[in-house]
Structure formats: C-alpha cells, structure tokens
C-alpha cells in the first residue's frame, strides 16, 4: 500500500513550526489547505500531553471560528494522534505567512486564557474532564515565543 503524503515527511529532521501539509480541491474548484501546526520536534522533544492538546483544540477552534475576518474559511482545527501537534484546514490556496498574524492571535488567546475552557462541560464534549489549562498555556507560550515570533523558512518549509 503506498504511503500517504504526511508519512513520507522526515520526522527526524522536521522541527516546530508551520507548515502546508496538502492542498485539496473540492468538487465546486475551492482549495482546501491543510497546515501542520507543529508544536515539538517529533520523537526528539516530550510530546504535548493529550489533556493539553485536547485543550488546545477546544480553544484554538473557539478562537477561530469566531475570528471576524477567518471565521467562514475556518474547515478544521485538531490535534495529531502523535500529541505532536495539530492541523488547521482552511478555504484558500495559503502559505504559513498568509496566517501567521491568525496563529499569533490565537496562540495569545490560549496563553492568556483564564476561566472556563469553552465546551467543556458533560452536555458539550465527549470528555469534558480531560483537560490541563496550565499545560496548553504553557504549550502556546513556547510556541509563540519559539516559533510564532520568528517564522521563516526553516520553520515553514518540510525537510527535504
């Protein structure tokens, strides 16, 4: 069976950072962009704990759908099995410096947040309690500061 595309990519080289993973076209010609929102260096730094990217997500996916300029281009935003980070899907033939000021906006939400995580509560999410706001604050700090306040292109463009 041959290989799908986000496994060909060399994870021993590939540090944090933002990075187009595919381009999708849909039925009616709209492009679909798929990012690689890479949080830590695979298989070299400790993975991000599933409570934190699981926060992340309800977070990030909060801020983003409601972004006034973004929020109709807005498919996706999850976290990848490996903890390593997360994909955001948007509508658009984009770059990672198209969406550098929405990342930096919504990295500062999830570092600044306080209060109630959106959604986590037993009517909303399938595991409302597994959770860590400190983690994911923590998390977004570092990516803003490591990655998010430098984009260039060793940190948008996969290994070759």
């Not at 009616?28 to 992340?56: E, K």
Request: hydrophobic share 40%; charged share 20%; net charge negative.
């Amino acid at each position: 069976m041959k290989k799908i595309a986000s496994f060909t990519i060399d994870h021993t080289r590939l540090q944090p950072g933002v990075y187009v993973s595919r381009r999708d076209f849909t039925p009616s010609g709209d492009c679909i962009t798929t990012f690689d929102i890479r949080l830590t260096a695979p298989n070299r730094q400790q993975a991000v704990s599933p409570q934190a990217l699981h926060t992340i997500e309800h977070l990030a996916a909060t801020f983003l759908r409601n972004d006034p300029t973004w929020q109709q281009r807005i498919v996706y935003w999850g976290p990848m099995g490996c903890c390593t980070g997360s994909y955001l899907l948007i509508q658009g033939e984009l770059n990672p410096l198209d969406i550098a000021a929405l990342l930096k906006d919504t990295f500062e939400f999830i570092a600044g947040f306080e209060g109630e995580i959106p959604g986590a509560t037993a009517r909303d999410c399938g595991n409302y309690t597994f959770n860590d706001l400190p983690a994911a604050r923590q998390v977004a700090s570092r990516f803003l500061s490591e990655v998010l306040a430098d984009l260039n292109d060793a940190n948008t463009s996969y290994p070759a």
